[in-house]
């Protein structure tokens, strides 16, 4: 039992920049590995980034490499997701996403935000 609340979202023009955080309920924080999926209007929820429970290793999706950046503060129970060069295509509703195992594209990860909307004026 964990609960994700994320938080950051709005409204950015392309080329700008925005800070997504994932605050997570309970004591067990550092024990999940954590991560980002996004899903835009009319498709399927697809992996962004992911990172490992200590920080050390990170996971991004081809479209996302070398514009987004995951991060996390164990001693704060949050995850981030820092989004720069945003293009129009990112606009999407992002969700945080939690599970024992690595959050990565191959698998789904048991536990999910509500989800945050982002949208990338052109």
């Known amino acids: 039992q964990v609960q994700l609340v994320e938080s950051g979202g709005g409204l950015v023009q392309a080329g700008g920049s925005l800070r997504l955080s994932c605050a997570a309920s309970?004591?067990?924080?550092?024990?999940?590995?954590m991560g980002w999926f996004r899903q835009a209007p009319v498709k399927e929820r697809v992996f962004v980034a992911g990172?490992?429970?200590?920080?050390?290793?990170?996971y991004y999706a081809d479209s996302v490499k070398g514009r987004f950046t995951i991060s996390r503060d164990n001693a704060k129970n949050t995850v981030y997701l820092q989004m720069n060069s945003l293009k129009p295509e990112d606009t999407a509703v992002y969700y945080c996403?939690?599970?024992?195992?690595?959050?990565?594209?191959?698998?789904?990860?048991?536990?999910w935000g509500q989800g945050t909307q982002v949208t990338v004026s052109s």
């Open positions: 990172i490992s429970r200590g920080g050390t290793a990170s």
């Open positions: 309970g004591r067990t924080f550092s024990s999940y590995a």
């Open positions: 996403a939690a599970d024992f195992l690595p959050v990565t594209a191959g698998r789904k990860p048991e536990y």
